[in-house]
């Protein structure tokens, strides 16, 4: 398909597929003015740390099939076919598989594209394209559910599908409704906004693979327990059970258009059933191990198996006979799928991490990538549009393959562990590397200066740099002041009407020793006017003198620089003297009815001063 719309992308730089086309992903950070060149894993932007820069490759397939679309109308056969030349200026040219019905060469998707791996690593069971091609669904044995992107292959979404490692999955034929099955026997209906309406309990032991009738109103099952079912759609119900395998039965697929099933198992034998009546039309005794794959041909006519005996077998179902055996995996052959529009052409994926090409008529291989997988290739699927091969690997990976553009071979062989390593080696540098951003506004420019710790302002500055940054201070705070300018009251520039800034306290005797001075002691009177001898505290402030009537009120206390004075005597209320005090002496006349008591204050009396107001209880 047309990786790419313009021959200047040929030249594409990490030797990936020139029908890749590379380009930055995201929006470009602001530089910090003044910098020279920052690492961009470095630039903070949005007040988030930037990812590393990389080049999103995709493949681009509208310009091709747009091309093919308005080329299909005057194309009556193969005399009109345009055949590309191998060239590097006649990309703009390259057409869908479709339009090379007669050159299914051109479908061998031998070209390294991209590789998906989740942040926590499983074994990939099973890979499906969804029906319009637009993303990839990948079933993992953490029983997850991952989508990536069908066009730059990247990270969508992910969901926690099953309780246990998903090991089957397929789409209806209609495109609405995908079936999944785990390994603890579980089926699940999924619509394609992955919503889940309906599972139910379908084996006691681990199902292995599903495949859905023509009509799509039936759906088989096969699993651990050598047994096979067919399950009503609409209803979840068991219609038939099909058993006749001795073991494991691996792998089921219903014909395409009849009602035909077949299915291997670890016995070692392809058994074909009559899904009405529950009963084994014939058996195929060609493995000499575990079938661990099958699948019909579009055609209806050929049936490719695949197993652990390193062979890959093509029946044809119209004679019972062998069409063709291909040998050439050195491992034994987990996966095997037939190209969606040329019927002669198919994919395997090894245990070894093999991926090779067949073509019915040729006994060699036509492709192959002997080290695109470190461990077994359990899945594989082609895209509808036939231009990309994806594979599930038990390396936790998942790889996107592509077919070579016009100009180029497909001698590029492709290291996985190699691969592996260098992506190793970037993740180490990013993580050494990574460092939380600093908090900055929105609306602040990118900078890589951050402010420096709280210092007060009575501190020196360490440095007298002009070039310096500024200290960080709020903004309605003065400018701190400077020991060099003795312009203000307090030793600098102050701006009008601004009061001037806190300053700390002097510690008390001036000396830099913070401990509390010793008490000091006061002079008290004592009732009879002597003078003692008390310990006080240093800040005792002692309370006003006592003030009877309504006498002037006393100055507030000062302390003076010597010892404190003494309070002055009491004085009671004279005959003329109210509210005053004065000297404790007989009245004049000598009253006998004197007595030497403490009078006591009744408070003001009725006529005494202005009147206020009183209130009765």
């Known amino acids: ?94 057409l869908p598989p479709v339009a090379y019905l007669d050159h299914p060469i051109n479908a061998v998707t031998t070209k390294f594209v991209h590789t998906s791996t989740n942040k926590i690593r499983y074994p990939v069971n099973v890979v499906r394209w969804t029906p319009e091609g637009r993303r990839l669904i990948t079933g993992s044995s953490s029983g997850e559910f991952t989508l990536w992107n069908g066009l730059t292959f990247n990270f969508e979404t992910i969901l926690q599908a099953h309780d246990s490692a998903v090991r089957a999955m397929n789409w209806s034929h209609n495109d609405n409704w995908m079936v999944t099955g785990d390994h603890s026997g579980i089926v699940k209906y999924w619509q394609s906004n992955m919503s889940n309406l309906k599972m139910f309990q379908g084996h006691k032991e681990a199902i292995r693979d599903l495949t859905f009738a023509p009509s799509d109103t039936r759906f088989a099952t096969c699993s651990d327990d050598s047994l096979i079912k067919i399950w009503d759609f609409n209803t979840g119900a068991e219609e038939k059970t099909l058993s006749g395998h001795g073991w494991d039965v691996k792998c089921v697929d219903w014909h395409p258009y009849k009602a035909l099933l077949a299915s291997g198992s670890k016995d070692n034998l392809i058994k074909l059933w009559d899904p009405k009546t529950a009963k084994n039309i014939t058996t195929l005794h060609g493995h000499k191990n575990t079938v661990l794959a099958l699948q019909w041909n579009q055609n209806g006519n050929w049936l490719v198996s695949a197993g652990r005996d390193q062979l890959v077998r093509v029946y044809d179902v119209r004679v019972m006979k062998e069409l063709q055996i291909f040998r050439g995996h050195k491992r034994e052959v987990c996966s095997a799928k037939w190209h969606p529009h040329h019927e002669r052409l198919l994919a395997t994926g090894g245990s070894d991490g093999a991926l090779m090409f ?149 510690p008390p005797h001036g000396g830099s020793n913070m401990e509390p001075p010793p008490f000091r002691q006061m002079r008290r009177p004592d009732n009879a006017g002597n003078m003692n001898d008390h310990q006080m505290p240093p800040h005792f402030r002692p309370p006003p003198p006592f003030r009877s009537g309504n006498g002037p009120m006393p100055p507030p206390f000062r302390p003076p620089n010597g010892p404190p004075a003494p309070p002055p005597p009491f004085r009671r209320h004279g005959n003329n003297d109210r509210g005053g005090g004065g000297p404790m002496h007989p009245p004049p006349g000598g009253n006998k009815n004197y007595q030497h008591h403490q009078p006591y204050n009744r408070g003001q009396r009725r006529n005494d001063g202005p009147p206020r107001n009183r209130r009765h209880h």
């Open 1 to 94: 398909m047309s990786q790419a719309a313009s021959a200047n992308s040929a030249n594409n730089n990490n030797g990936s597929a020139s029908a890749v086309v590379g380009r930055p992903v995201g929006r470009s950070p602001l530089r910090p003015q003044g910098e020279g060149n920052v690492p961009f894993s470095k630039m903070v932007f949005d007040g988030k740390r930037m990812r590393k820069a990389i080049q999103r490759r995709t493949v681009d397939y509208n310009h091709s099939l747009t091309r093919w679309m308005q080329e299909r109308v005057w194309i009556r056969d193969r005399r009109d076919t345009r055949y590309l030349r191998p060239d590097a200026n006649f990309i703009v040219e390259l």
């Open 358 to 506: 067949w073509m019915t008529g040729q006994d060699g291989p036509i492709g192959e990538q002997e080290t695109a997988h470190d461990s077994n290739v359990w899945s594989l699927d082609w895209h509808p549009v036939g231009h990309i091969l994806v594979s599930g690997s038990n390396d936790h990976t998942t790889r996107f393959w592509t077919r070579p553009r016009p100009g180029e071979t497909t001698v590029d062989k492709f290291d996985a562990s190699q691969h592996a390593n260098e992506e190793n080696v970037r993740e180490d540098e990013s993580v050494k590397s990574f460092e939380p951003p600093p908090f900055r506004p929105n609306n602040a420019p990118p900078s890589r200066v951050e402010p420096p710790p709280f210092r007060p302002l009575n501190v020196p500055r360490p440095s007298n740099n002009a070039n310096e940054t500024p200290l960080f201070r709020p903004p309605n705070m003065p400018p701190p002041m400077r020991a060099s300018q003795n312009n203000g009251p307090f030793g600098g520039n102050m701006p009008p009407g601004a009061p001037p800034p806190f300053r700390p306290p002097p």
